[in-house]
Nanobody, 122 residues
Framework: QVQLVESGGGLVQAGGSLRLSCAAS????????MAWFRQAPGKEREFVAA????????HYAHSVNGRFTISRDNAKNTVYLQMNSLNPDDTAVYYC???????????????WGQGTQVTVSS
């Protein structure tokens, strides 16, 4: 059974940084694309960033491009999201997900973590 466990969320002031981690188990991690999505209160879940199985291709939502960096360590079965220059609009529950191929639509991702809360105060 595939399991994804996010960590690293918390409360941070505007302008600060956080690094989220997502540890995967239950499938051959380096065969699959990974992504981060987020859902703010009262809003639909939205795409944040995605990475191919080998890290050779990355894609970011316009709202985070230049501030967030997605990466992965296949030896540790872990994907990361480094978040810099955070602002209150980044407040959300952040989810990692895995898919058979690189994608940006949530419907293409078949396994999801439970989410980690990120709160940015002004």
């Amino acid at each position: 059974q595939v399991q994804l466990v996010e960590s690293g969320g918390g409360l941070v002031q505007a302008g600060g940084s956080l690094r989220l981690s997502c540890a995967a188990s239950g499938r051959t991690f380096n065969n699959y694309a990974m992504a981060w999505f987020r859902q703010a209160p009262g809003k639909e879940r939205e795409f944040v960033a995605a990475i191919t199985w080998n890290g050779g291709r990355l894609h970011y939502a316009h709202s985070v491009n230049g501030r967030f960096t997605i990466s992965r360590d296949n030896a540790k079965n872990t994907v990361y999201l480094q978040m810099n220059s955070l602002n209150p609009d980044d407040t959300a529950v952040y989810y990692c997900a895995t898919a058979n191929s690189f994608a940006t639509r949530q419907y293409d991702y078949d396994y999801w973590g439970q989410g980690t809360q990120v709160t940015v105060s002004s």
